[in-house]
Nanobody, 117 residues
Framework: QVQLVASGGGLVQPGGSLRLSCAASEPIYEFGFYAIEWYRQAPGKQRELVAGEPELNVYKYSESVKGRFTISRDNAKSTMYLQMNSLKPEDTAVYYC?????????WGQGTQVTVSS
């Protein structure tokens, strides 16, 4: 069973940057055809979609992160990324990666991002 391993979270000051990674535990066949997404869940709130590439070179971002976050992927490594710049305290949450194609979908275990001075 393929697992997604998320990493790169941590404590950062407001205005800082982090780069999250999400790597598959083994190569995923035709990873490039998978839709990729990053979600986040803050304490007491519902999980929300913050960035996605639903199809090749089509990108979607929530209004709260647009212009600050960038989703990307390395198909050769079956890995996806979330570059987060100009971080704000309200970006504090557990971030989850998710990939899907047809009936196949996988979730990462989550990585904590805390933005605080």
């Amino acid at each position: 069973q393929v697992q997604l391993v998320a990493s790169g979270g941590g404590l950062v000051q407001p205005g800082g940057s982090l780069r999250l990674s999400c790597a598959a535990s083994e190569p995923i066949y035709e990873f490039g055809f998978y839709a990729i997404e990053w979600y986040r869940q803050a304490p007491g709130k519902q999980r929300e979609l913050v960035a996605g590439e639903p199809e090749l070179n089509v990108y979607k971002y929530s209004e709260s992160v647009k212009g600050r976050f960038t989703i990307s992927r390395d198909n050769a490594k079956s890995t996806m990324y979330l570059q987060m710049n100009s971080l704000k305290p309200e970006d504090t949450a557990v971030y989850y990666c998710h990939i899907l194609r047809f009936s196949n979908h996988y979730w990462g275990q989550g990585t904590q991002v805390t933005v605080s001075s």
